[in-house]
C-alpha cells in the first residue's frame, strides 16, 4: 500500500517542479566552483613562487580535470542501478579537504594533491546534482538543467573576485576560510539527500514511464551522441584556454595588474552565467537542437575578433563569446538525456566528466603551446573552435517527437 501511494503521489507531483531543491542544488554548486575556481585564481601568483613553467601550471589544472572526468560516468552508472541520496554532502567533504590542503600547500606535489581532492569532491557533486535537477524539474528539463548549471557559472565567476579580494591581499593561507562555505553546503545538501531519497527516486521513477526513448535507431543515437561530444569539445577547449590563460594573456599583451586580469576574468565569466540559463529556457520552447546550433555558431565571429581586438574591445567581445557560446551546455546535456532517458546518471556524468577532462586535456596542451610559440598564439588557435558548430545540423529533431510524445499521453489520461 505504501509503494501505491508513493507512485500515484509521483504521478501527480512529476510535473511539479520543485524550486526549493533547484534553488538549493544551484546555491551548492555556485559554493562548489566558486571554491574550485580559486584553484586557477592562485596560477599567477603561484607561478611565480614556485616558478612554473605554462606546462606546469596546465598539469595542475590537468590532475583536477583528468580525476573529475574519469570519475563522473563511474558514480553515475553506480547511481543509475543504485541511488545514492547522501553522496552530496560527501562530494562537499572532499572540496573540503581539498580547500584546507590547498591552503597549506608550498610544494608542486601538494599542489597536485589537492587537485586530485577537489576533482573527487567535483567527480560525485556533478552527476549526483544533475539528477536531482532532473527529479524537481516537473518536466521543464532545460530549465533544471540551466537553473543547476548557472550556479556553477557564478561560483566560477565570482572565484576570480573573491581570489583578487581575499587570496591575492591575505595570502594563500586565507583559503581554509573558505572551507566554512563547504560547511555550509554539507548542511544545505544534506536535506536535499533527505528530499532525494523520500521524494526524488519515485519522481524519477514515474517520469521514466512518461518520458520514453525517442524513436531512432541505435546508430542514430549513437551517432548523435558523438556529435554532441564533438560540439562540448569545440567548447570546452575554448573555455578551458580562457579560464586557464586569460590573465595571463591580458597581463603579457596589455600590461594590466592581476587584479585588473580577475575583474576582465569576471567580464567574461558573470555572462556565461546569464546565457546557460538562457540556453536552458530557450531549448524548453524551441527545441534544443536550434539552440545548439545557435550558440556555437554565434560565438565564431567574437572569437575570430578576439585575437586583434584591443583591450577595451577584448571585454566587449568577451561578453558576447561568453554569453553565446554558454547556451548550448544546458541544451547538449538534455538533448542527450533524452536520447537515453533511463541512463539519467550515466549520460550526466559522461558528458560533465567528458567537459572536465577536456578542460584539463586543453589546459595543458594550450599550456604547452604557449611555451613553445606565445600565449597571443593560444588565442589565434583557439578562435576557430567554434566552427565545429555546423555538426550540429547532423543532429535529429527531437523536439517535435517529444511534443507528440506529451500529446499522446495527454489524450490517453483523458
Known amino acids: 500500500m505504501t509503494t501505491s501511494r508513493q507512485t500515484a503521489l509521483a504521478d501527480n507531483t512529476v510535473y511539479v517542479t520543485t524550486f526549493t531543491v533547484l534553488f538549493a542544488i544551484s546555491f551548492c554548486h555556485l559554493l562548489n566552483d566558486m571554491m574550485q575556481s580559486l584553484l586557477a585564481a592562485l596560477y599567477p601568483s603561484l607561478k611565480e613562487r614556485l616558478e612554473l613553467n605554462f606546462a606546469q601550471v596546465g598539469l595542475i589544472t590537468a590532475t583536477y580535470q583528468f580525476t573529475a572526468s574519469l570519475l563522473q560516468p563511474l558514480v553515475g552508472l553506480y547511481s543509475d542501478k543504485r541511488p545514492i541520496p547522501f553522496s552530496l554532502p560527501l562530494a562537499m567533504v572532499f572540496t573540503l579537504v581539498g580547500l584546507l590542503t590547498l591552503s597549506i600547500a608550498h610544494t608542486y606535489s601538494l599542489l597536485l594533491t589537492a587537485s586530485v581532492l577537489v576533482g573527487l569532491g567535483s567527480a560525485i557533486f556533478h552527476p549526483e546534482s544533475a539528477r536531482v535537477a532532473r527529479m524537481a524539474s516537473g518536466g521543464r528539463f532545460g530549465l533544471a538543467q540551466s537553473f543547476f548549471q548557472v550556479g556553477g557559472n557564478f561560483g566560477q565567476a565570482l572565484g576570480p573576485l573573491m581570489a583578487a579580494a581575499i587570496v591575492l591581499n591575505f595570502g594563500q593561507g586565507s583559503i581554509a576560510y573558505f572551507a566554512l562555505m563547504a560547511l555550509l553546503s554539507v548542511t544545505i545538501l544534506y536535506n536535499v539527500g533527505v528530499w532525494y531519497k523520500h521524494h526524488g527516486i519515485a519522481r524519477i521513477k514515474a517520469a521514466a514511464k512518461i518520458h520514453r526513448a525517442p524513436d531512432l535507431s541505435s546508430s542514430q543515437i549513437t551517432r548523435a551522441i558523438l556529435v554532441l561530444l564533438a560540439l562540448i569539445f ?52 524551441f527545441g534544443r537542437k536550434y539552440v545548439i546550433w545557435f550558440s556555437v555558431l554565434a560565438a565564431l565571429p567574437f572569437s575570430l575578433l578576439l585575437p586583434y581586438a584591443n583591450l577595451f574591445w577584448t571585454g566587449i567581445l568577451s561578453v558576447f563569446i561568453g554569453l553565446t557560446l554558454s547556451a548550448s551546455f544546458p541544451a547538449i546535456v538534455v538533448y542527450a538525456q533524452e536520447l537515453v532517458p533511463g541512463k539519467i546518471g550515466a549520460i550526466s556524468g559522461l558528458f560533465f566528466g567528458f567537459a572536465f577532462g577536456l578542460s584539463g586535456l586543453g589546459a595543458a596542451a594550450l599550456g604547452w603551446v604557449a611555451d613553445r610559440t606565445s600565449i597571443e598564439y593560444v588565442y589565434v588557435l583557439c578562435s576557430y573552435l567554434p566552427i565545429l558548430g555546423l555538426l550540429a545540423a547532423l543532429l535529429p529533431d527531437l523536439h517535435t517527437a517529444r511534443k507528440e510524445q506529451v500529446l499522446v499521453t495527454a489524450t490517453a489520461k483523458e
Open 234 to 285: 569545440s567548447k570546452q577547449i575554448y573555455f578551458s584556454g580562457i579560464q586557464s590563460y586569460y590573465t595571463f594573456y591580458l597581463i603579457h599583451r596589455f600590461g594590466v595588474s592581476v587584479q585588473a586580469a580577475q575583474i576582465y576574468l569576471f567580464v567574461f565569466l558573470a555572462p556565461v552565467a546569464v546565457g546557460t540559463l538562457l540556453g536552458g529556457i530557450a531549448g524548453d520552447k
